[in-house]
């Protein structure tokens, strides 16, 4: 068997454990997930009195978006806290494969337990503001992005800080998310400082990526946007692996 077909086995067994894992809970995690995008839908829009096209736009995008960085910053630290704690990760760490297969692994079980949430999340949009959508097929590797950059940065966390610290620092990460971060309103609302902040930082173009490719409107160029969302997925997979080492 070759180095790559085994990888994908690996990967492929870890994604089916995690399944079976979260059977039971699977019909509740999906709910939160909807309720997620639907409280950002709806609760966001009692805030703004007049929705405007352009606030709409980023309602729509921004609720899934949201969800998909959530995942990666607090969900997944929070597991591998938890694995951590009760003796998963020792156990994965003793087994022969990738360092990074059961981030991945569980990265794609979140994903998928989200997708329900943002068709149903984008669906309500288009209905509720009347928001015109052009998915493009770019909006594959833009998820795809998003979801493993995020990710891979809270793994690291995870793995690298104590497991109660790592569980607080991702809770505090998901009010800052939610409320500070151009996300569902524009970066311009910010002020100057914040601006300057998230200038350097993946937040902002990681759902400009996503909001781009669901509307084709890019508040900056396409190429930059990728190309800084890829520059922190691989220090984010960098650091997660490193992270990964230490712990075998």
Not at 24 to 35: H, S
Not at 54 to 66: D, H, I, R, S
Not at 92 to 115: D, G, K, N, T
Request: charged share 10%.
């Amino acid at each position: 068997m070759t180095g790559g077909i085994r990888a994908w086995r690996i990967y492929v067994l870890l994604f089916r454990w995690q399944l079976l894992r979260q059977r039971a809970f699977l019909p509740l995690l999906v709910m939160i997930q909807v309720a997620l995008g639907v409280g950002v839908i709806y609760g966001f829009s009692f805030l703004v009195p007049h929705v405007t096209p352009t606030v709409a736009l980023f309602f729509a995008t921004g609720a899934p978006t949201l969800s998909i960085i959530l995942i990666g910053l607090t969900v997944v630290p929070q597991e591998t806290a938890q694995s951590r704690t009760d003796g998963r990760q020792t156990y994965l760490a003793a087994l022969p494969v990738p360092r990074l297969a059961p981030m991945l692994a569980e990265v794609s079980f979140w994903l998928l337990v989200q997708l329900p949430g943002t068709v149903i999340t984008l669906t309500l949009a288009a209905l509720h503001f009347d928001v015109h959508l052009h998915v493009s097929p770019f909006i594959v590797p833009a998820v795809g992005l998003v979801a493993l950059t995020s990710a891979a940065v809270g793994y690291a966390l995870a793995v690298l800080m104590p497991p109660t610290v790592a569980s607080q620092i991702a809770s505090f990460l998901s009010i800052v998310l939610l409320l500070f971060s151009p996300i569902s309103f524009p970066l311009d609302r910010l002020p100057t400082v914040l601006q300057d902040i998230h200038r350097g930082l993946p937040v902002t173009y990681m759902a400009d990526v996503v909001r781009g490719s669901l509307s084709g409107r890019y508040d900056v160029n396409k190429g930059l946007a990728f190309g800084v969302v890829s520059a922190y997925c691989v220090v984010g997979l960098t650091l997660a692996a490193r992270a990964a080492s230490r712990r075998r």
